[in-house]
């Protein structure tokens, strides 16, 4: 890779990486802020299915639109999914005490980058790998929904270590996509704006299952 290339895939990375924090800290900010306000815990809480249905509809359009929307509005649409993904993970600081909700955040942090460097810096193609972890995502998926009914702890502890493994994989795949992404797109800014933003929720979404499971194994519940 000649240096111009270099410099501007590093550029393109660093973007991605940037939006993905910007989502957490929105997201982190308003799960904090919803739990430390009695009002808007009570709203939450009284609407929780609605706004998960939303937080769905958001995700699922925001997707959808991938090839339609301008880099603006792919700004405005992640914020928004981040701001009601953050009313939803306001349930965390009720359920687990906040020094574990820390410890296990850096514990999850560690682990996605070191699945990042290695989707960054392997020289293999990660997109036969990808395809198999979609329909293990899938599968995983209708295990979850099975076991909502079922309540079978073992199943439930399965089902988290699964889920790591599969958004640990699915980590270092985005990553290695998101460079060839950049290759496809080299000369178009736009598109390269646009991409930044969906690959950052990519990341975002495989860090927050990462953390969320990994929460539900080792988190320390409140009494």
């Known amino acids: 890779m000649n240096l111009s290339r270099e410099r501007g895939m590093s550029n393109f990375l660093s973007k991605v990486f940037l939006w993905m924090m910007i989502g957490l800290l929105i997201s982190g900010g308003t799960a904090y802020l919803t739990y430390a306000t009695p009002s808007i815990t009570k709203f939450v809480y009284q609407f929780y299915t609605l706004i998960l249905l939303v937080e769905l509809i958001v995700v699922i359009s925001f997707t959808a639109l991938r090839r339609k929307v301008s880099p603006s509005m792919a700004k405005l649409l992640f914020i928004i999914y981040s701001i009601v993904s953050g009313l939803t993970l306001s349930s965390i600081f009720i359920v687990y005490k906040l020094g574990s909700i820390g410890i296990v955040f850096l514990a999850a942090a ?44 073992e199943f439930n502890i399965f089902i988290c270590v699964v889920s790591i493994l599969i958004f640990l994989g699915l980590t270092a795949w985005d990553l290695n996509n998101l460079k060839a992404i950049y290759r496809y797109y080299e000369s178009n800014e736009e598109e390269l704006n646009k991409a930044a933003i969906y690959g950052a929720l990519d990341l975002y979404l495989d860090f927050i299952n990462i953390f969320l499971n990994l929460l539900n194994l080792f988190g320390k519940r409140n009494d």
């Open 110 to 153: 560690l682990m996605f980058g070191l699945m990042g460097i290695y989707g960054l810096t392997t020289k293999n193609d990660l997109s036969s790998f990808g395809k198999i972890l979609i329909f293990a995502l899938i599968a995983i998926i209708i295990m979850s929904v099975i076991n909502i009914f079922v309540q079978n702890s």
